[in-house]
């Protein structure tokens, strides 16, 4: 009897680590979720380190990809500036409520360099579509041995009252190296070339001055990759990132955090206007 027993919890076992979900799967299940998805609402917190400081800020955000539309209120830290983008509209520029001086509402680039002061990305890049595209071009890129670059650190985690997989992927391969720009490249020409951060590159060659500067003919340092290390918390029912903490030869890069998503939110349809009830435009 007791053998039988002991046959039958092995078989069980057995069973239910068959059936576990490996690491790569669960990010994989995570990018085709995340893709799959048009429309978020979110709040979005963010610390980025710059010039050896990290920034912190948080937003509350609407987001839809097609059309890509954002609406952004800052809410820390003060004064809580407004920002509505929509592709296709405002001469390319977004709309900026500084709520602050010179209290009037702004036309900005949304890659110029007063909405880039102090930023790893541009408004262009917000949401978890450009997280989900960063993690899928890693495991692409090192698809024979991306089995051994990552693993489930804790399956049991918890995040904004979600239970999450925590996932650990870690990079033999990053360091910087030459590159040789060729005509009519920048900074962030390069970097989306690369699958890289643009800020990373102008950190790293200080005597470039801009994200847009032609600089052909040079040798620049840039990374091999995004990161030397991905923490990863996904959302076990939904399977999105919620939290991600990205780190690179000196340490922590940059870290952020989704609460109270809302996946496939619905929104009215002059709710990507800047007369639409409650915004300050």
Same mark, same amino acid.
């Not at 002991?6 to 490996?22: R, V």
């Not at 609402?41 to 920034?55: Q, T, W």
């Not at 509402?105 to 595209?133: C, Q, S, V, Y």
């Not at 979600?162 to 996932?167: D, G, N």
């Given at each position: ?8 919890? =092995? ?11 490996? *690491? @790569? ?5 995570? %990018?085709?979720?995340?893709?799959? %998805? ?19 800020? /948080? ?17 820390? !830290?003060?004064? *809580? ?16 409520? !500084?709520?602050?001086?010179?209290? %009037?509402?702004?036309?900005?680039? !949304? ?69 040789? @720009? ?23 060659? !200080? ?20 990161? /030397?290390?991905?923490? =990863?918390? %996904?959302?076990?029912?939904?399977? =999105? ?41």
């Amino acid at each position: 009897m007791k053998k039988i027993i002991f046959i039958f919890l =092995i078989s069980f076992f057995a069973a239910n680590i068959s059936f576990g979900q490996t *690491a @790569v799967e669960i990010l994989t299940k995570m %990018v085709e979720n995340t893709k799959k %998805v048009n429309a978020w609402k979110f709040h979005f917190s963010m610390s980025e380190r710059v010039k050896g400081e990290y920034i912190k800020t /948080k937003y509350e955000i609407k987001q839809t990809y097609k059309p890509f539309q954002v609406y952004m209120k800052k809410i820390l !830290p003060e004064p *809580a500036a407004e920002v509505l983008y929509v592709a296709g509209t405002n001469d390319g520029n977004a709309l900026v409520n !500084p709520n602050s001086f010179p209290y %009037v509402n702004l036309n900005l680039d !949304p890659k110029g360099a007063i909405m880039r002061d102090k930023a790893h990305h541009t408004l262009l890049e917000t949401g978890f579509l450009n997280t989900a595209i960063l993690i899928e071009s890693t495991m692409k890129k090192y698809a024979t041995n991306i089995e051994k670059m990552v693993k489930i650190e804790n399956s049991n985690a918890t995040f904004d009252g979600k239970s999450c997989y925590k996932i650990v992927l870690e990079n033999p391969n990053f360091r910087y190296i030459e590159y040789s @720009v060729k005509s009519d490249e920048t900074v962030s020409s390069i970097a989306a070339k690369l699958k890289v951060n643009d800020y990373m590159i102008l950190e790293k060659n !200080p005597s470039i001055s801009g994200f847009d500067d032609f600089i052909a003919g040079n040798s620049i340092l840039v990374p091999s990759d995004y990161a /030397k290390k991905m923490v =990863i918390l %996904v959302d076990k029912e939904r399977f =999105i990132p919620l939290q991600m903490f990205i780190y690179d030869d000196i340490g922590l890069y940059e870290q952020y955090e989704f609460t109270q998503v809302v996946v496939n939110a619905i929104f009215k349809s002059n709710e990507f206007t800047k007369d639409f009830e409650g915004y300050g435009f």
